[in-house]
């Protein structure tokens, strides 16, 4: 099992940058493809950014490449997710989720929410205009 905790969210007006963090715990020995998806009131949880184990493999959403950066530093277990020129529609809960990768597919990037088998609690981001 694997226990995921986000943090960094908040409150902040458009055009400004938060970075989320998502610290991992428990059986932190596996290696883990890892990812970021969020939640608007009255939408479904969309895919936002992806990493591979190595981190070198990412991939992003159309609606936020070029703004967001994903990052990991797996010394510390800690997955990030930094977010810049935010927009009000940037607004929703941000989960980070975590998925284990067979030996040798380090490189691996999941996008797909139904891959992930480990989820955080989410932290709300929101975005005034």
């Known amino acids: 099992q694997v226990q995921l905790v986000e943090s960094g969210g908040g409150w902040v007006q458009a055009g400004n940058s938060l970075r989320l963090s998502c610290t991992a715990s428990?059986?932190?020995?596996?290696?883990?493809?890892m990812g970021w998806f969020r939640q608007a009131p009255g939408k479904e949880r969309e895919f936002v950014a992806a990493i591979s184990w190595v981190g070198s493999y990412t991939d992003y959403a159309g609606s936020v490449k070029g703004r967001f950066t994903i990052s990991r530093d797996n010394a510390k277990n800690t997955l990030y997710l930094q977010m810049n020129s935010l927009k009000p529609e940037d607004t929703a809960v941000y989960y980070c989720?975590?998925?284990?990768?067979?030996?040798?597919?380090?490189?691996?990037?999941?996008?797909?929410?139904?891959?992930?088998?480990?989820w955080g609690q989410g932290t709300q981001v929101t975005i005034t205009s």
């Open positions: 428990g059986r932190t020995t596996n290696r883990y493809a």
């Open positions: 989720a975590a998925t284990p990768v067979p030996n040798g597919r380090y490189t691996t990037v999941v996008v797909t929410s139904t891959e992930y088998d480990y």
